[in-house]
């Protein structure tokens, strides 16, 4: 985890994290409360919402930011494969694919400036692995991976946007059987103006169907009522 229990510190960027469950397109209502059911054997309190674009999102206010535990134990008693998504202050943001409990793609964006940040020297103090070494350490992957990535992953929203970013574009298509390579390529400008970390991990989970609108949500945004469909989310009991 990036912060130690009781630390706590108020930034002004997105900090979030939710879980992405695929589905089928057309997901009906007896299933989504099948899997309203399987999501409160793990996490009471969590919101569910309908399905989205072939996916359901789950906010658990019991997560821990890059912990993908709780994911990992949805892909199993679901037996479905989930995506982890978080992302800590707008300035570091990352996504796993997970299927019967094992991570099977990874996704991470780092800002470049990000050593330089007193906001982030805190954070070090905290107890925080906060360089692309550290954090490659951390995510288990080797540091060329993070940095490069085995495929033109990095810069692939813009020639000058300042981030390390890192991930294998044909593992996340072969897990989720969707997307192409040509998609991560574009030279699309509305991507190449994406300045934030969060808005480069929505901008990515868009790419396979993952609203950013879910994907950049949080549990205490939708208890507060300040996701715009939060009336539809279930309350898991």
Partial sequence: MFVRPGFTICFMGTTCNSIHVLVEVGFGADELNDLVRAVGSVSSGAFVS???NGWVSVYSDNM???DSTLAAELSVRLKR????AWCFDSDIAGATVLADGAAVAMFSVQSEGMEGNSEYQQLVAAGMDGTPEEFAEMMGIPLEELVEGAEP??????EHSHFFIG?????????LNRGSVEDFLSDDE????EVFADMILGGFLELFGISADRSLAAHRWIEDGEVEDHA????VP
């Fill in 50 to 52: 309908p399905e989205l």
């Fill in 81 to 84: 494969t989930v995506v982890d």
């Fill in 190 to 193: 509305t991507r190449s103006s």
């Fill in 153 to 158: 992953l990095p810069r692939m929203f813009g």
């Fill in 64 to 66: 821990a930011i890059a």
């Fill in 167 to 175: 991930g294998v574009p044909s593992d996340w298509i072969a897990a």
């Fill in 232 to 235: 539809s989310f279930i309350k």
